[in-house]
């Protein structure tokens, strides 16, 4: 289904060569074009947003630069076809994942299958939701989302609108990948807060939230439940634990268990 527009966009890419590294120009334009929609709703961190796309747009001549809307408006087709790792498929396509040390991002298909067996069934979610208002995520190594994306559809395929009622934590090292993450999940408008940071150590140094979060007052919605649910902080880390160490039996109970869906029922699933 993408396979078209990945190698559309690649050729696009590609017209960048032999004159400039193409990854180098990869990471430009996914950068660009994160601090463009980013830029657009949030004023957090506008002004230094704004004078390195500057610094970026002035690296490079006009024939180059028109690549970067051009690439956009591809992955937009792309998308409108149907949700997926397409980034993810790009960076693959241009032999990137090599150059990035190993860098590989999951198969979109194995991510959906992931993300249905994390998911659970229809019931669950419902529950999940009765519960706790909403349904939150957390991807600790994040690369371009593809797990973050699986989800969403995932809970979309079973009814439930995500844009609504899933939001997600989202970090990853390399702030690349957030970059292509970030383009990603406010294009299918998935409530996000990314991070460039070290999820083993801790240490976070830049924040990314997607139109979906800032337009559906998310900050306040998660500070909410935080002060109603202050107990199920711990219950939230031994699920995380728990679907961290058994993906088998993944972070919801199995629906078909007598009482499922009045247990107390998990606050934030894990997607690692
Ligand atoms: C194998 S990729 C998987 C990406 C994504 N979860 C997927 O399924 O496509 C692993 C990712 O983890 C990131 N990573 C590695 N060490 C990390 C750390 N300590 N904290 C956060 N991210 C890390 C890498 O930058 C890379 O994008």
Known sequence: MHKPHVKAMAALLRRSQPRYDLYTVFGDCMEAIAIAMANSIDLRARAPREARYLDIVGRYPREILELF?????ELVRALEAGPGDVLGSLFHELDLHS????????????????????????ENVEAMIAQHGFVTAMEPACGAGSMVIALAE??????????????????????????????????????????????????MQDNWFT?????????????????????????????TVTAATSPSQGAVPPSHEPGASQRSMPRQLSLF
């Open 99 to 122: 150059k990035a040390r190993g860098q590989y991002f999951t198969p979109y298909a194995l991510s959906r299958c992931m993300a249905q067996a994390t998911l659970g069934s229809r």
């Open 154 to 203: 995932a809970m979309r395929d079973i009814g439930h609108n995500y844009q609504r009622h899933l939001h997600v934590t989202a970090i990853d090292i390399d702030p690349r990948a957030i970059h292509m993450a970030y383009v990603q999940l406010s294009l299918l408008h998935i409530p996000a807060h990314l991070m460039v940071g070290n999820s083993l150590s801790g240490e």
């Open 69 to 73: 809307p051009q690439l956009l408006a």
């Open 211 to 239: 139109p979906a979060h800032i337009l559906g007052g998310w900050t306040a919605r998660l500070s909410l439940r935080q002060r109603h649910e202050p107990v199920a902080e711990t219950a939230q880390r031994a699920t």
